[in-house]
């Protein structure tokens, strides 16, 4: 079975805005430390296919969109 990344948007992240957008919330099925807190969505992808895990986009609340 191959491993999740679940990861979600930052909520102070603006369009446009050239920083990382990304949080890493959870990790299952992969032993996998991350150090950096904001990444990219390239960096995911990246990091995904390197342990052959499915990223999982965790969706907002109705409050918070």
């Given at each position: ?12 992240s ?18 996998l ?33």
């Open positions: 079975m191959a491993g999740q990344i679940f990861y979600r948007e930052r909520q102070k603006k369009d446009g805005a050239k920083t990382p957008r990304y949080r890493i919330i959870a990790v299952t099925g992969v032993d430390k991350v150090y950096g807190n904001h990444l990219r969505k390239v960096e995911l992808d990246q990091i995904a296919s390197a342990t052959q895990s499915d990223l999982v986009a965790l969706k907002r609340g109705p409050k918070h969109q």
